[in-house]
């Protein structure tokens, strides 16, 4: 009897050896190194059939790379030549496995080795970060998936069960994963993991999380559902699906669902189109504010449904950059609700996340391994209070007031949901005829001014005409929602205050020049007991010279400059009034 396995030297684990039950078996490899590398692997799944004895064949000196029966048929070979090379061959021991099952009268094979066999329809692949990823088939399509996750670790239990008929154990699936991990960092493609959206040349793609994982292709012709989408979006278990979206209607469709006025309302709808923006590198954060009762976290829900949709809708601030970067890594969108207050470290972070920056920490149980997360992410707060009370944040947000519905205007909640899915994919339509409208006028776009979130206004300046918005109508809105932002931040800004009303009331417009030290000395006069004793205001020089620059921007915006130089002596600080 001869046997071999279909599709090549991959296709041994997926080959069913029980025919050679019981039998004396002699493999004949190819002469190079993957004949005998698949000599070795059929050797090992031999053993987990029963077979009576195992041998494999030393090939001829001399013969060209590759060579194997069929060249010796062609060589004419006698039986009496094949017989004499067959009983050269080297005994190969009958492995007994300690961990293998009874299966219908035979053993399954080493669970190990069976598993990376079982891997072998996944392609393995690897982001610049070094992570590594499997691309499977599965039902027809093709799903790609940290090789840590859930999915694929079904995926290859499922393999293992259909080709050996047994479930793999715990340790030997953690040893299968491990060399799995090494092939994809070392052997595999670099390829770029996209989460809900991206980008191919001048395509986006909008992952709609469905069973089939279809994804919307956005085109400047257009867009449509494609089925088999040619580049790799990643997922996670708390992800969700989209809406086949609709063409047809208008963004107006929207506004019914969301409780603020005209020029807040077109920043709202802003924000959904720059968080769509697969080419996007920068995105503005979203802040809602209002009352009790204006359904602020309802807006959240709202605009997080149209973008990146997920079974956690909405959490509370993280504890730490760890938690942060765990977050920015699993969902395209992040959403915080009831912020009551924004502390340093988390402005800050949120500021990177909105422009794009890394974040580097320690692996958890580690001393010396990093995790980092590298790249931007669409931000959604809301809370009672401002949230924009520091200036580097302000200069990225959007801040919008919900009105308070009254008890006359309220819905019950079951139908304002029902009626807010039927309105979705229609609404998620419009937004694709925007995003294929900015595609078109994108790079015809030229502002007169460069505002600090440039790319989003050059963004919203290409989407505006799809959006039946009249030409000016975002740069009024955002321009006005931005002073009125730098207005809040200031109030909020001790230091701010103080150096100007100190610089107009004291010393009545006079630059002036000095240390630390002596700005400290001369503010502290001014300000009141309250203030000074607050955990707000600088107590120590270096402190106030941190707060100096971040109140910098906000004083130039009252025509008050502010310059710090080193003359080899002393560090000086120069405020002067425009004019």
């Not at 605009?303 to 760890?322: C, H, K, Y």
């Not at 015809?444 to 600090?452: A, D, F, G, I, Q």
């Not at 906000?554 to 002596?569: D, E, F, P, S, Y």
Request: with cysteine; hydrophobic share 40%; glycine share 8%.
């Amino acid at each position: 009897m001869a046997i071999t396995s279909p599709g090549g030297s991959k296709g041994a684990a997926k080959t069913d050896w029980s025919a050679l039950t019981g039998k004396d078996v002699v493999i004949w490899p190819e002469a190079d190194d993957p004949g005998l590398k698949y000599a070795e692997t059929v050797a090992h799944l031999l053993s987990g059939v029963g077979v009576r004895s195992i041998s494999i064949m030393s090939t001829p000196n001399n013969v060209a790379s590759g060579w194997d029966a069929g060249d010796a048929l062609k060589e004419d070979w006698t039986e009496e030549r094949a017989a004499e090379l067959i009983s050269a061959s080297t005994p190969h021991p009958v492995e007994q496995e300690t961990d293998s099952k009874k299966n219908g009268g035979r053993k399954t094979p080493r669970q190990r080795d069976a598993l990376l066999g079982s891997a072998e329809l996944a392609e393995l692949w690897h982001s610049r970060e070094r992570r590594a990823f499997a691309t499977i088939p599965v039902n027809g399509h093709m799903e790609h998936w940290r090789l840590e996750s859930t999915a694929f670790k079904r995926w290859l239990a499922g393999r293992f069960y259909k080709e050996t008929g047994g479930a793999p154990g715990g340790q030997q699936l953690s040893d299968a994963l491990r060399v799995l991990d090494v092939r994809a960092v070392n052997e595999g493609e670099c390829h770029e993991p996209m989460i809900r959206t991206g980008t191919d040349n001048n395509t986006l793609w909008l992952d709609l999380c469905d069973q089939s994982w279809r994804a919307v292709k956005i085109t400047a012709e257009g867009w449509e559902i494609v089925e088999q989408p040619p580049v790799k979006f990643v997922r996670n278990e708390i992800m969700t699906v989209l809406p086949d979206p609709e063409g047809g209607d208008m963004i107006e469709g929207l506004r019914a669902f969301i409780n603020v006025d005209d020029d807040d309302y077109i920043l709202v709808v802003s924000w959904l189109v720059a968080a769509l923006w697969g080419r996007g590198s920068s995105f503005p954060v979203i802040c809602l504010g209002g009352e009790q009762g204006s359904g602020k976290s309802t807006a959240s829900r709202v605009l997080r449904s149209l973008v990146d949709p997920s079974i956690v809708e909405t959490s509370a601030p993280p504890r730490d950059e760890r938690d942060l970067i765990v977050a920015a890594g699993a969902s395209h969108v992040l959403a915080f609700d009831n912020v009551s207050r924004i502390e340093n470290w988390f402005s800050d972070a949120v500021c990177r996340l909105s422009t794009g920056s890394g974040f580097l920490t320690r692996k958890l149980h580690t001393d010396n391994d990093a995790s980092w997360f590298q790249g931007s992410r669409p931000v959604i707060m809301n809370g009672i209070p401002s949230l924009t009370d520091r200036a580097d944040l302000a200069e990225r947000s959007l801040t919008v007031r919900l009105k308070r519905i009254d008890e006359e205007s309220r819905r019950s909640e079951d139908n304002w949901w029902q009626d807010w899915e039927e309105a979705r994919p229609r609404v998620l339509g419009a937004l694709c005829d925007a995003l294929s409208g900015a595609l078109r006028r994108y790079d015809e776009v030229r502002l007169t001014k460069m505002p600090r979130m440039a790319a989003f206004a050059k963004l919203m300046a290409a989407a505006g005409p799809s959006l039946g918005w009249e030409e000016g109508d975002f740069e009024r809105a955002y321009a006005g929602n931005r002073a009125k932002t730098t207005e809040t931040a200031f109030e909020a800004d001790p230091v701010a205050v103080a150096v100007r009303d100190w610089m107009v009331k004291e010393r009545t417009g006079a630059a002036w020049e000095g240390t630390a030290t002596e700005l400290l000395a001369e503010l502290n006069m001014t300000i009141s007991e309250d203030i000074r004793r607050s955990r707000f205001w600088p107590a120590k020089v270096n402190a106030l010279g941190n707060a100096i620059d971040r109140a910098a921007p906000l004083l130039r915006q009252k025509q008050i400059h502010v310059q710090k130089r080193n003359t080899g002596a002393a560090r000086l600080i120069s405020i002067a009034m425009a004019g």
